[in-house]
């Protein structure tokens, strides 16, 4: 298993700032992944950190609005730049540990734009 | 493309049983798994298949059909704290997970 821990839990933020959300783990993992999850609304993944490298981003996500770093195989942060108010959304830190590829989640930090 | 079925809502009664379905249609399948989350906190793990049949975990049980492309998660003896959203996922065979849009369960007294 794997404990994970997120800073900020909550923020609220003004339009045109950015906002660094940082993910803890208790143990190293290789696979570190960062999700969106709006309101009423599934879980969308943003990226995964890779330890070494650059991120790998799905569609509709882009390094320059997310940017992603992965220094060690315990923390990860994300950047949400220039933010607007459809910003607003929990942001999640998951990673896969153990088998059967099981992710734990962390807490999540609630993001508000005004 | 690929795709998780799931109902959006589902209300049952505190004591009783309740089945929630889940559809997929994926590139590849590495195994399927069943999450809570309860509103406000991040989703946990509730169960994993990759191989046909019932698996049975205390009150939940989960199944899969990988040639029908569905599964069920099975809740029985519901009890008020039940009440979450149940998210089915697919690993599809990049090892990456497809998430359903969740199913709401409402538990009544």
């Known amino acids: 298993s794997a404990v994970i821990s997120q800073k900020p839990s909550r923020d609220i933020c003004q339009r045109g700032t950015s906002l660094t959300i940082q993910c803890q783990v208790d143990?190293?993992?290789?696979?570190m992944f960062w999700y969106r999850q709006q309101p009423g609304q599934s879980l969308t993944l943003i990226a995964t950190a890779n330890q070494g490298s650059e991120a790998t981003y799905e569609s509709g996500f882009v390094i320059d609005k997310f940017p992603i770093s992965r220094p060690n195989l315990t923390f990860s942060t994300l950047t949400v730049s220039n933010m607007s108010p459809e910003d607003s959304s929990i942001y999640l830190c998951s990673v896969v540990a153990g088998e059967p590829y099981e992710q734990y989640f962390g807490p999540g930090t609630r993001l508000t734009v005004t | 493309g690929q795709n998780i079925d799931q109902p959006t809502e589902m209300t049952a009664t505190e004591g009783a049983i309740v089945q929630i379905n889940c559809t997929y249609q994926?590139?590849?399948?590495?195994?399927l798994f069943w999450y809570q989350q309860h509103a406000g906190e991040a989703p946990t793990f509730l169960s994993y298949n990759v191989l046909d049949g019932l698996e049975e975990k205390g009150r939940f049980s989960s199944f899969l059909s990988r040639s029908k492309g569905y599964s069920y998660l099975l809740l029985k003896e519901l009890q008020m704290k039940d009440s979450a959203s149940y998210l089915c996922a697919v690993m599809d065979s990049n090892y990456q997970l497809i998430w359903g849009a969740g199913t709401k369960l409402i538990i009544k007294p």
């Open positions: 994926t590139s590849g399948f590495n195994g």
């Open positions: 143990s190293q993992v290789t696979m």
